[in-house]
Protein backbone atom coordinates (compact mmCIF):
# COMPACT_ATOMS: atom_id res chain seq x y z
CA UNK A 1 0.00 0.00 0.00
CA UNK A 2 1.70 3.70 -1.05
CA UNK A 3 -0.73 6.28 0.31
CA UNK A 4 -3.58 7.31 -0.51
CA UNK A 5 -7.11 7.77 -0.48
CA UNK A 6 -9.49 10.87 -0.47
CA UNK A 7 -8.45 14.81 -1.94
CA UNK A 8 -7.95 16.46 1.40
CA UNK A 9 -5.24 13.66 2.40
CA UNK A 10 -2.21 15.74 4.44
CA UNK A 11 0.66 15.56 2.86
CA UNK A 12 4.06 14.57 4.58
CA UNK A 13 7.42 16.10 3.08
CA UNK A 14 10.71 14.67 3.42
CA UNK A 15 14.02 17.02 3.61
CA UNK A 16 17.96 16.11 3.66
CA UNK A 17 19.42 17.52 6.85
CA UNK A 18 22.42 17.95 4.81
CA UNK A 19 21.23 20.25 2.78
CA UNK A 20 18.06 21.80 3.74
CA UNK A 21 16.52 20.36 0.10
CA UNK A 22 12.95 18.98 -0.29
CA UNK A 23 13.27 14.94 -1.12
CA UNK A 24 9.73 13.89 -1.88
CA UNK A 25 5.97 14.52 -0.91
CA UNK A 26 3.99 11.85 0.27
CA UNK A 27 -0.07 11.69 0.38
CA UNK A 28 -0.73 10.73 4.11
CA UNK A 29 -3.19 8.10 4.95
CA UNK A 30 -6.85 9.84 5.68
CA UNK A 31 -9.23 8.01 7.93
CA UNK A 32 -10.36 5.25 4.71
CA UNK A 33 -6.79 4.74 3.94
CA UNK A 34 -6.13 3.68 7.94
CA UNK A 35 -9.05 1.71 7.96
CA UNK A 36 -7.86 -0.44 5.27
CA UNK A 37 -4.59 -0.55 6.29
CA UNK A 38 -6.09 -2.16 9.89
CA UNK A 39 -8.18 -4.34 8.01
CA UNK A 40 -5.63 -5.65 6.14
CA UNK A 41 -3.54 -6.65 8.72
CA UNK A 42 -5.60 -8.50 10.56
CA UNK A 43 -6.46 -10.33 8.12
CA UNK A 44 -2.99 -10.91 7.05
CA UNK A 45 -2.62 -11.95 10.73
CA UNK A 46 -5.52 -14.88 10.84
CA UNK A 47 -3.83 -16.40 7.68
CA UNK A 48 -0.12 -15.98 8.98
CA UNK A 49 -0.43 -17.46 12.35
CA UNK A 50 -1.43 -20.41 10.68
CA UNK A 51 1.77 -20.35 8.29
CA UNK A 52 4.30 -23.04 9.22
CA UNK A 53 7.24 -21.97 10.99
CA UNK A 54 9.51 -22.53 8.17
CA UNK A 55 7.52 -21.02 5.92
CA UNK A 56 8.09 -17.50 7.94
CA UNK A 57 11.63 -18.01 8.49
CA UNK A 58 12.10 -18.54 4.42
CA UNK A 59 10.46 -15.25 4.40
CA UNK A 60 13.33 -13.59 6.70
CA UNK A 61 15.65 -15.19 4.61
CA UNK A 62 14.07 -13.76 1.41
CA UNK A 63 14.15 -10.23 3.22
CA UNK A 64 18.02 -10.83 3.94
CA UNK A 65 18.96 -11.57 0.37
CA UNK A 66 17.58 -8.14 -0.84
CA UNK A 67 18.68 -6.39 1.89
CA UNK A 68 22.19 -7.54 0.71
CA UNK A 69 21.06 -6.82 -3.14
CA UNK A 70 19.74 -3.57 -2.69
CA UNK A 71 22.34 -1.96 0.14
CA UNK A 72 23.43 0.70 -1.65
CA UNK A 73 19.95 2.01 -2.64
CA UNK A 74 18.77 1.97 0.99
CA UNK A 75 21.79 3.12 2.33
CA UNK A 76 21.44 6.54 -0.05
CA UNK A 77 18.32 6.72 1.07
CA UNK A 78 18.94 6.65 4.97
CA UNK A 79 21.77 9.18 4.20
CA UNK A 80 19.39 11.29 1.95
CA UNK A 81 16.22 11.28 4.83
CA UNK A 82 18.46 11.85 8.03
CA UNK A 83 21.91 12.23 7.10
CA UNK A 84 24.08 9.74 8.52
CA UNK A 85 27.43 9.14 6.47
CA UNK A 86 26.42 7.07 4.01
CA UNK A 87 29.34 4.22 5.23
CA UNK A 88 27.19 3.99 8.55
CA UNK A 89 23.94 3.57 6.17
CA UNK A 90 25.63 0.46 4.65
CA UNK A 91 26.63 -0.67 8.18
CA UNK A 92 22.79 -0.29 9.26
CA UNK A 93 21.73 -2.06 6.12
CA UNK A 94 24.01 -5.40 6.43
CA UNK A 95 23.14 -5.44 10.21
CA UNK A 96 19.61 -5.73 9.07
CA UNK A 97 20.03 -8.40 6.55
CA UNK A 98 22.48 -9.90 9.18
CA UNK A 99 19.51 -9.86 12.38
CA UNK A 100 17.51 -11.40 8.97
CA UNK A 101 19.58 -14.73 9.44
CA UNK A 102 20.14 -15.12 13.18
CA UNK A 103 16.26 -15.17 13.71
CA UNK A 104 15.86 -17.81 10.93
CA UNK A 105 18.87 -19.57 12.09
CA UNK A 106 17.65 -19.61 16.11
CA UNK A 107 13.69 -18.79 15.69
CA UNK A 108 12.71 -23.00 15.53
CA UNK A 109 14.49 -23.16 19.15
CA UNK A 110 13.35 -19.33 20.95
CA UNK A 111 9.60 -20.90 19.60
CA UNK A 112 9.83 -24.30 20.45
CA UNK A 113 7.02 -25.95 22.88
CA UNK A 114 9.08 -25.93 26.53
CA UNK A 115 8.53 -28.73 28.82
CA UNK A 116 7.93 -27.76 32.60
CA UNK A 117 8.31 -30.57 35.74
CA UNK A 118 4.88 -30.60 37.15
CA UNK A 119 1.76 -32.37 39.07
CA UNK A 120 0.75 -33.44 35.21
CA UNK A 121 1.36 -36.18 33.58
CA UNK A 122 2.68 -33.45 31.07
CA UNK A 123 2.78 -29.72 31.18
CA UNK A 124 4.73 -27.06 28.43
CA UNK A 125 4.38 -23.50 27.66
CA UNK A 126 3.93 -22.72 24.07
CA UNK A 127 4.62 -19.19 22.17
CA UNK A 128 1.43 -18.58 20.33
CA UNK A 129 1.12 -15.29 18.00
CA UNK A 130 -0.90 -12.02 19.67
CA UNK A 131 -1.99 -10.95 16.51
CA UNK A 132 -1.17 -7.86 14.91
CA UNK A 133 1.45 -5.60 16.56
CA UNK A 134 1.91 -1.95 16.25
CA UNK A 135 5.61 -0.45 15.46
CA UNK A 136 6.10 2.75 16.20
CA UNK A 137 9.44 3.64 15.05
CA UNK A 138 11.91 6.37 15.10
CA UNK A 139 14.02 7.83 12.34
CA UNK A 140 17.75 7.30 14.27
CA UNK A 141 17.97 4.01 12.60
CA UNK A 142 15.31 3.90 10.28
CA UNK A 143 15.68 0.42 8.59
CA UNK A 144 17.59 -1.29 11.76
CA UNK A 145 15.05 -0.23 14.07
CA UNK A 146 12.57 -1.52 12.02
CA UNK A 147 13.82 -4.75 10.86
CA UNK A 148 14.93 -5.87 14.47
CA UNK A 149 10.90 -5.42 15.36
CA UNK A 150 9.71 -6.83 12.57
CA UNK A 151 11.71 -10.26 12.17
CA UNK A 152 10.77 -10.59 15.71
CA UNK A 153 7.30 -10.31 15.78
CA UNK A 154 6.34 -12.46 12.16
CA UNK A 155 8.70 -15.04 12.93
CA UNK A 156 6.16 -15.51 16.20
CA UNK A 157 3.38 -15.52 13.47
CA UNK A 158 2.04 -12.05 14.13
CA UNK A 159 1.42 -9.39 11.36
CA UNK A 160 2.85 -5.81 11.84
CA UNK A 161 1.42 -2.51 11.66
CA UNK A 162 4.18 0.49 11.01
CA UNK A 163 3.88 3.90 11.75
CA UNK A 164 7.55 5.39 11.03
CA UNK A 165 8.79 8.74 11.98
CA UNK A 166 7.53 11.26 9.26
CA UNK A 167 11.17 12.23 9.00
CA UNK A 168 11.78 8.95 7.05
CA UNK A 169 8.42 8.27 5.59
CA UNK A 170 10.66 6.86 2.16
CA UNK A 171 12.02 4.44 4.42
CA UNK A 172 9.33 3.05 5.94
CA UNK A 173 7.57 2.68 2.16
CA UNK A 174 10.99 0.86 1.16
CA UNK A 175 10.65 -1.21 3.63
CA UNK A 176 7.14 -2.40 2.71
CA UNK A 177 7.74 -2.70 -0.54
CA UNK A 178 10.82 -4.61 0.58
CA UNK A 179 8.78 -7.19 2.65
CA UNK A 180 6.11 -7.36 -0.52
CA UNK A 181 9.23 -8.45 -3.36
CA UNK A 182 9.96 -10.87 -0.51
CA UNK A 183 7.10 -12.56 -0.87
CA UNK A 184 5.17 -11.58 2.12
CA UNK A 185 1.01 -11.88 1.99
CA UNK A 186 -0.87 -8.67 1.17
CA UNK A 187 -1.01 -6.74 4.56
CA UNK A 188 1.70 -8.46 6.74
CA UNK A 189 3.71 -5.75 6.61
CA UNK A 190 2.14 -1.71 6.10
CA UNK A 191 3.32 1.49 5.98
CA UNK A 192 0.65 3.89 7.82
CA UNK A 193 1.87 6.81 6.21
CA UNK A 194 0.89 10.09 9.05
CA UNK A 195 1.67 13.72 8.87
CA UNK A 196 3.41 14.89 11.80
CA UNK A 197 0.12 17.10 13.06
CA UNK A 198 -1.43 14.00 12.96
CA UNK A 199 0.53 11.95 14.42
CA UNK A 200 -1.00 11.74 18.40
CA UNK A 201 -4.86 11.47 17.71
CA UNK A 202 -4.01 8.88 14.57
CA UNK A 203 -1.43 6.90 16.89
CA UNK A 204 -4.50 7.21 19.81
CA UNK A 205 -6.51 5.73 17.45
CA UNK A 206 -5.09 2.82 15.86
CA UNK A 207 -3.93 1.85 19.32
CA UNK A 208 -7.56 1.54 20.62
CA UNK A 209 -8.29 -0.36 17.46
CA UNK A 210 -9.57 -4.16 18.72
CA UNK A 211 -7.61 -5.72 15.42
CA UNK A 212 -4.50 -4.17 17.24
CA UNK A 213 -3.34 -6.80 19.94
CA UNK A 214 0.03 -5.18 21.20
CA UNK A 215 2.53 -2.09 20.60
CA UNK A 216 6.01 -1.53 20.07
CA UNK A 217 7.48 1.54 20.29
CA UNK A 218 11.11 3.73 20.35
CA UNK A 219 11.41 6.79 20.73
CA UNK A 220 11.14 9.71 23.50
CA UNK A 221 9.81 9.55 27.04
CA UNK A 222 7.05 11.94 26.03
CA UNK A 223 5.91 9.21 22.74
CA UNK A 224 6.22 6.80 25.06
CA UNK A 225 4.45 7.30 28.00
CA UNK A 226 1.44 8.91 25.78
CA UNK A 227 1.47 5.52 23.56
CA UNK A 228 1.72 3.13 27.02
CA UNK A 229 -1.29 5.18 28.25
CA UNK A 230 -3.25 4.71 25.37
CA UNK A 231 -2.44 1.15 25.24
CA UNK A 232 -2.91 0.59 29.09
CA UNK A 233 -6.73 1.84 28.32
CA UNK A 234 -7.25 -0.18 26.36
CA UNK A 235 -4.93 -3.01 28.31
CA UNK A 236 -2.89 -4.02 25.72
CA UNK A 237 0.92 -5.17 26.17
CA UNK A 238 3.50 -2.61 25.08
CA UNK A 239 7.52 -3.20 24.88
CA UNK A 240 8.92 0.45 25.15
CA UNK A 241 12.70 0.84 24.67
CA UNK A 242 13.26 5.33 24.98
CA UNK A 243 15.64 7.51 25.85
CA UNK A 244 18.97 7.33 28.07
CA UNK A 245 21.76 8.50 29.57
CA UNK A 246 24.30 5.94 29.53
CA UNK A 247 27.30 5.98 31.39
CA UNK A 248 30.98 5.04 30.30
CA UNK A 249 32.88 4.77 33.18
CA UNK A 250 36.65 5.01 33.16
CA UNK A 251 38.52 3.62 36.03
CA UNK A 252 42.01 4.31 36.98
CA UNK A 253 43.77 0.68 35.38
CA UNK A 254 41.77 1.54 32.20
CA UNK A 255 43.52 1.47 29.02
CA UNK A 256 43.17 4.72 28.24
CA UNK A 257 43.45 4.80 24.40
CA UNK A 258 41.39 1.96 23.97
CA UNK A 259 38.42 3.85 26.23
CA UNK A 260 38.52 6.76 24.36
CA UNK A 261 38.84 5.20 20.68
CA UNK A 262 35.88 3.81 21.89
CA UNK A 263 34.27 6.67 23.59
CA UNK A 264 34.09 8.55 20.45
CA UNK A 265 32.67 5.96 18.31
CA UNK A 266 29.88 5.54 20.73
CA UNK A 267 29.70 9.25 21.50
CA UNK A 268 29.85 10.60 17.66
CA UNK A 269 28.63 7.64 15.70
CA UNK A 270 25.06 8.88 14.06
CA UNK A 271 26.32 12.33 14.91
CA UNK A 272 24.95 11.30 18.52
CA UNK A 273 21.67 10.18 17.61
CA UNK A 274 21.25 7.29 19.35
CA UNK A 275 19.95 5.92 22.43
CA UNK A 276 22.78 3.67 23.09
CA UNK A 277 25.31 6.15 22.75
CA UNK A 278 27.62 6.81 25.77
CA UNK A 279 26.34 10.41 26.83
CA UNK A 280 28.06 10.67 30.49
CA UNK A 281 31.54 10.06 30.79
CA UNK A 282 32.51 9.36 34.33
CA UNK A 283 36.14 9.62 34.97
CA UNK A 284 38.27 8.41 37.97
CA UNK A 285 40.41 11.69 38.83
CA UNK A 286 43.27 9.88 38.44
CA UNK A 287 43.36 9.82 34.89
CA UNK A 288 40.87 12.37 34.03
CA UNK A 289 43.08 14.59 32.84
CA UNK A 290 45.03 11.84 30.27
CA UNK A 291 41.64 10.43 28.73
CA UNK A 292 40.62 14.50 28.54
CA UNK A 293 43.69 14.65 26.05
CA UNK A 294 43.00 11.64 24.49
CA UNK A 295 39.37 11.65 23.87
CA UNK A 296 39.91 15.74 22.47
CA UNK A 297 42.47 14.52 20.20
CA UNK A 298 40.09 11.99 18.65
CA UNK A 299 37.32 14.57 18.30
CA UNK A 300 38.66 17.35 16.45
CA UNK A 301 40.07 14.71 14.22
CA UNK A 302 36.54 14.22 12.98
CA UNK A 303 35.53 14.87 9.44
CA UNK A 304 32.20 16.58 9.64
CA UNK A 305 30.20 17.57 6.39
CA UNK A 306 28.65 15.65 3.54
CA UNK A 307 27.47 12.46 4.47
CA UNK A 308 27.66 11.01 0.91
CA UNK A 309 31.59 12.31 0.55
CA UNK A 310 33.89 9.11 0.90
CA UNK A 311 36.14 11.25 4.28
CA UNK A 312 33.28 12.35 5.91
CA UNK A 313 32.71 10.69 9.97
CA UNK A 314 30.45 12.63 11.34
CA UNK A 315 26.77 14.19 8.83
CA UNK A 316 24.05 16.81 10.14
CA UNK A 317 21.56 16.32 12.98
CA UNK A 318 17.91 15.38 11.87
CA UNK A 319 16.39 18.33 11.39
CA UNK A 320 16.92 21.91 13.07
CA UNK A 321 14.93 21.86 16.03
CA UNK A 322 17.06 19.04 17.26
CA UNK A 323 20.01 21.16 16.61
CA UNK A 324 18.48 24.14 18.55
CA UNK A 325 17.48 21.64 21.60
CA UNK A 326 20.68 20.20 21.87
CA UNK A 327 22.32 23.74 21.56
CA UNK A 328 20.71 25.06 24.51
CA UNK A 329 21.35 22.10 26.68
CA UNK A 330 24.75 23.53 25.79
CA UNK A 331 24.09 26.74 26.94
CA UNK A 332 22.37 25.76 30.18
CA UNK A 333 25.52 23.54 30.75
CA UNK A 334 27.91 25.99 30.57
CA UNK A 335 25.63 28.17 32.64
CA UNK A 336 25.63 25.61 35.55
CA UNK A 337 29.51 25.16 35.83
CA UNK A 338 30.42 23.11 32.54
CA UNK A 339 33.61 24.16 30.54
CA UNK A 340 33.94 23.96 26.86
CA UNK A 341 36.96 22.26 25.79
CA UNK A 342 35.98 22.29 22.08
CA UNK A 343 33.18 22.60 19.72
CA UNK A 344 29.99 23.98 21.04
CA UNK A 345 28.36 25.79 17.94
CA UNK A 346 26.41 25.18 14.84
CA UNK A 347 28.73 25.15 11.58
CA UNK A 348 28.06 27.53 9.57
CA UNK A 349 25.45 27.26 6.05
CA UNK A 350 23.35 25.34 4.94
CA UNK A 351 21.90 21.66 6.56
CA UNK A 352 21.89 21.11 10.58
CA UNK A 353 25.50 20.33 11.21
CA UNK A 354 26.51 20.72 14.79
CA UNK A 355 30.60 20.90 15.96
CA UNK A 356 31.83 17.65 17.76
CA UNK A 357 31.35 19.23 21.30
CA UNK A 358 33.38 17.92 24.19
CA UNK A 359 32.30 19.54 27.87
CA UNK A 360 34.32 19.18 30.95
CA UNK A 361 33.71 19.25 34.79
CA UNK A 362 30.01 18.30 33.99
CA UNK A 363 28.07 17.83 37.38
CA UNK A 364 24.81 16.80 38.23
CA UNK A 365 22.34 19.48 37.70
CA UNK A 366 23.45 20.44 34.49
CA UNK A 367 21.50 19.69 31.18
CA UNK A 368 24.54 17.84 29.90
CA UNK A 369 24.04 15.44 33.28
CA UNK A 370 20.38 15.33 33.39
CA UNK A 371 18.87 15.21 30.55
CA UNK A 372 19.78 13.23 27.37
CA UNK A 373 21.48 14.96 25.09
CA UNK A 374 20.51 13.60 21.70
CA UNK A 375 23.89 14.89 19.14
CA UNK A 376 27.41 15.36 19.02
CA UNK A 377 27.88 16.63 22.60
CA UNK A 378 30.50 14.40 25.06
CA UNK A 379 30.13 15.56 28.86
CA UNK A 380 32.98 14.20 31.02
CA UNK A 381 31.82 13.63 34.54
CA UNK A 382 35.25 13.23 37.68
CA UNK A 383 34.71 11.02 40.26
CA UNK A 384 36.93 10.83 43.08
CA UNK A 385 37.14 7.12 43.06
CA UNK A 386 35.36 3.99 42.45
CA UNK A 387 32.63 4.61 45.33
CA UNK A 388 31.94 8.02 43.53
CA UNK A 389 31.87 6.88 39.95
CA UNK A 390 29.17 4.41 41.06
CA UNK A 391 27.06 7.03 42.36
CA UNK A 392 27.35 9.27 39.50
CA UNK A 393 26.63 6.75 37.02
CA UNK A 394 23.53 5.92 38.94
CA UNK A 395 22.14 9.29 39.43
CA UNK A 396 20.30 9.26 36.48
CA UNK A 397 16.29 8.23 36.14
CA UNK A 398 17.56 6.21 33.04
CA UNK A 399 19.03 2.67 32.65
CA UNK A 400 19.36 1.53 29.03
CA UNK A 401 23.55 0.66 29.03
CA UNK A 402 26.51 0.69 30.79
CA UNK A 403 30.19 0.79 29.96
CA UNK A 404 32.99 0.25 31.95
CA UNK A 405 36.53 0.60 31.46
CA UNK A 406 39.74 -1.20 33.56
CA UNK A 407 41.03 -4.39 34.10
CA UNK A 408 38.23 -7.24 33.60
CA UNK A 409 37.47 -8.36 37.32
CA UNK A 410 37.68 -5.02 38.69
CA UNK A 411 35.57 -3.75 36.04
CA UNK A 412 33.22 -6.04 36.13
CA UNK A 413 32.58 -5.86 40.50
CA UNK A 414 31.92 -1.92 39.48
CA UNK A 415 29.24 -2.57 36.75
CA UNK A 416 27.57 -4.80 38.42
CA UNK A 417 26.41 -1.98 40.92
CA UNK A 418 25.35 0.27 38.38
CA UNK A 419 21.73 -0.16 36.73
CA UNK A 420 20.85 -1.01 33.55
CA UNK A 421 19.63 -3.02 31.07
CA UNK A 422 23.00 -3.93 29.90
CA UNK A 423 26.75 -3.82 31.17
CA UNK A 424 29.37 -3.53 28.75
CA UNK A 425 32.90 -4.10 30.06
CA UNK A 426 35.58 -3.03 28.01
CA UNK A 427 32.82 -2.38 24.84
CA UNK A 428 31.02 0.18 24.04
CA UNK A 429 27.15 -0.59 24.39
CA UNK A 430 25.66 -2.16 21.20
CA UNK A 431 23.13 -4.44 20.25
CA UNK A 432 23.51 -7.73 18.95
CA UNK A 433 20.57 -9.83 17.34
CA UNK A 434 22.15 -12.92 19.62
CA UNK A 435 21.53 -11.03 22.96
CA UNK A 436 18.31 -9.52 24.16
CA UNK A 437 18.18 -5.73 24.18
CA UNK A 438 16.50 -2.86 26.94
CA UNK A 439 16.14 -0.81 29.45
CA UNK A 440 15.11 -0.21 32.57
CA UNK A 441 13.91 3.16 35.07
CA UNK A 442 12.22 5.65 32.67
CA UNK A 443 14.70 3.79 29.97
CA UNK A 444 11.55 1.64 29.27
CA UNK A 445 10.69 -1.78 29.73
CA UNK A 446 10.47 -5.24 27.70
CA UNK A 447 12.95 -6.41 25.83
CA UNK A 448 13.81 -7.25 22.16
CA UNK A 449 16.30 -9.06 19.93
CA UNK A 450 16.86 -12.63 20.74
CA UNK A 451 14.74 -15.11 22.75
CA UNK A 452 13.38 -12.61 24.77
CA UNK A 453 12.59 -10.07 22.38
CA UNK A 454 10.53 -12.88 20.12
CA UNK A 455 8.92 -14.16 23.11
CA UNK A 456 7.59 -10.57 23.54
CA UNK A 457 5.05 -10.86 20.96
CA UNK A 458 3.35 -14.12 21.89
CA UNK A 459 1.11 -15.51 24.06
CA UNK A 460 2.95 -17.88 26.52
CA UNK A 461 0.49 -20.28 27.13
CA UNK A 462 0.68 -22.96 30.01
CA UNK A 463 -0.74 -26.25 28.69
CA UNK A 464 -1.34 -28.57 31.53
CA UNK A 465 -2.50 -32.53 30.40
CA UNK A 466 -3.51 -34.59 33.64
Sequence with gaps: MSTLAGTAAAEVVTRDPATGRELARYRAHDDAGIEAALAAAHAASEGWRATPLADRLALLRAVGGLLTARRSVY?????????????????????????????????????????????????????????????????????????????????????????????????????????ADAGAPAGLLTALVVAPDDVPAVSARVVADPRVAAVTLTGSERAGAAVAAAAGAAVKKTVLELGGSDPFVV?????????????????????????????????????????????????????????????????????????????DQVVRSLAAGAVLVTGGRAVDGPG????????????????????????????????????????????????????????????????RRIRSGALFVNAMVASDPRLPFGGTGRSGYGRELSAEGVREFTNVRTVYVA
Design 352 to 415: CFVEPTVLDNVTPGAAAFDEETFGPVAAVVRARDDEHAVALANATTFGLGASVWGTPEHALAVG
Design 75 to 179: ASLVTAEMGKPLTEALGEVDKCAWNCAVVADLAPGWLADHEVASGATRSWLSYEPLGVVLAVMPWNFPFWQVLRFACAALAAGNAALLKHSPDTTGCALAIEQLF
Design 251 to 327: LADADLPAAAAAAVRSRFGNAGQSCVAAKRFVVVDAVADEFLRLLVERVVSLEVGDPTAPGTTMGPLARADLRAALL
